[in-house]
């Protein structure tokens, strides 16, 4: 059961900090998600084989 004498107002003023907190943390971590797929997007080097010595004329 809740409590009868719960006011919704307070409670709203009372969330408001935590919750635009918690938006900005959600927001920061999508943020460097982002970041982190796109700038090592091209990094592609690291899986090409390498170069092969030409094989001797006979």
Known sequence: ???PGVDIEV???RHKGPLIGMA???VFALAAILF???AS???SDD???PP???AAAE
Request: glycine share 10%.
């Open 11 to 13: 409670q709203k003023k």
């Open 36 to 38: 982190w797929a796109l």
């Open 52 to 54: 092969t010595a030409p």
């Open 47 to 49: 899986t090409e084989m």
């Open 1 to 3: 059961m809740s409590d």
């Open 24 to 26: 900005a943390a959600v």
């Open 41 to 43: 997007g091209g990094d």
